[in-house]
């Protein structure tokens, strides 16, 4: 029994996107340095994602990319998708121009890896089906 609900919980996770898993913008970014702290980090601003989610900010025209953690809102000016940390800026080679064309992609996290016991059954809190234990 316990293996059913198992192989249950890894068909789901495996067959079911998260809505973030497919999004994929182009279009404009800028990047920030109003507060210091958050512009040393790898960060970035957008108006609707998930705080905490991971992105692949890729320029268009190099393919230099650099991987972002969504902590803040915005951008708030029209045509542009994201702004990005000063850190990331530099490493996209974006600082000259102060925006450039990018796409970004959000990356899945990691499928929560099941432990074929009681107790990781128990702890299956990602799997939206309920569980049925003996």
């Not at 609707?48 to 393919?63: E, H, I, N, Y």
């Not at 080679?93 to 990781?120: C, F, H, K, N, T």
């Amino acid at each position: 029994m316990l293996r059913t609900v198992l192989l249950l919980c890894l068909l789901y996770s495996a067959f079911v996107p998260s809505p973030a898993a497919a999004q994929q913008e182009i279009g404009l970014a800028s990047f920030y340095t109003a507060i210091s702290d958050r512009s040393q980090k790898l960060s970035a601003a957008h108006r609707t994602l998930p705080f905490g989610s991971m992105v692949r900010v890729t320029r268009v025209d190099t393919g230099v990319h650099v991987d972002v953690r969504i902590n803040d809102r915005g951008p708030f000016i029209r045509g542009r998708i994201i702004d990005v940390s000063r850190a990331a800026a530099e490493q996209i080679g974006m600082i000259g121009a102060g925006v450039a064309r990018v796409r970004i992609q959000v990356i899945p996290s990691p499928p929560a890896r099941l432990v074929p016991d009681r107790e990781a059954a128990i702890a299956c809190y990602s799997c939206s089906m309920p569980l049925i234990l003996e």
